[in-house]
T-cell receptor, first 111, second 115 residues
Framework: QKEVEQNSGPLSVPEGAIASLNCTYS??????FFWYRQYSGKSPELIMS????GDKEDGRFTAQLNKASQYVSLLIRDSQPSDSATYLC???????????FGAGTILRVKS | GAVVSQHPSWVICKSGTSVKIECRSL??????MFWYRQFPKQSLMLMAT?????????EQGVEKDKFLINHASLTLSTLTVTSAHPEDSSFYIC???????????FGPGTRLTVL
């Protein structure tokens, strides 16, 4: 079983819609969760971090965490074509302060 | 967040040669840096943890004699790919943990092509 799983997509949404990206993880003791955005040919850039159960909002982005279900998601409201990218879910592994990344979900926002 | 630079941004080399990639933390001192590799259409895979003042810690399956890591100072870590072969062609990215957090900030990456 992979430690961090994401649907590879592509997820296609129309401009202005809500994009919902999902991620599950296997390590129950993980405490830190991150969403990164990666444009083609570029390195990942941090969008959100979340540490507690519930929702965390930052502008058009909302991260949701449910530790009991080992599930973390990212909602993007009012999606724009510039949001088209690969979104990587990352989980901090308890030992060694390392991040484990999911394979990423490709998001395409169509104008 | 941390500001991280990498040099070079891309490099093309012949098979059998060695290539050095630099990673610099520009706005604060980092005792730890991470090196990742990303093959096309795949996710980031952690190769090793670079530790200032001590040996790097390599992930399982990563050859430490092939991928030499030197954390020369609190702002600089280098990755040397020795005797590079075409299968080493990849996107190499370093990251720096944020100050007093476990968030990681990535450098712009180095694209290595081995002919």
């Amino acid at each position: 079983q992979k430690e961090v799983e994401q649907n590879s997509g592509p997820l296609s949404v129309p401009e202005g819609a809500i994009a919902s990206l999902n991620c599950t993880y296997s390590d129950r003791v993980s405490q830190s969760f991150f969403w990164y955005r990666q444009y083609s040919g570029k390195s990942p850039e941090l969008i959100m971090s979340i540490y507690s159960n519930g929702d965390k909002e930052d502008g058009r982005f909302t991260a949701q965490l449910n530790k009991a279900s080992q599930y973390v998601s990212l909602l993007i409201r009012d999606s724009q074509p510039s949001d088209s990218a690969t979104y990587l879910c990352a989980v901090n592994i308890q030992y060694g302060n390392k991040l484990v990344f999911g394979a990423g979900t490709i998001l395409r926002v169509k104008s | 967040g941390a500001v991280v630079s990498q040099h070079p941004s891309w490099v093309i080399c012949k098979s059998g040669t060695s290539v050095k990639i630099e990673c610099r933390s520009l706005d604060f001192q980092a005792t730890t840096m991470f090196w990742y590799r990303q093959f096309p259409k795949q996710s980031l895979m952690l190769m090793a943890t670079s530790n200032e003042g001590s040996k790097a810690t390599y992930e399982q399956g990563v050859e430490k004699d092939k991928f030499l890591i030197n954390h020369a100072s609190l702002t600089l870590s280098t990755l040397t790919v020795t005797s590079a072969h075409p299968e080493d062609s990849s996107f190499y990215i370093c990251s720096v943990p944020g100050y007093n957090t476990d968030t990681q900030y990535f450098g712009p990456g180095t694209r290595l092509t081995v002919l």
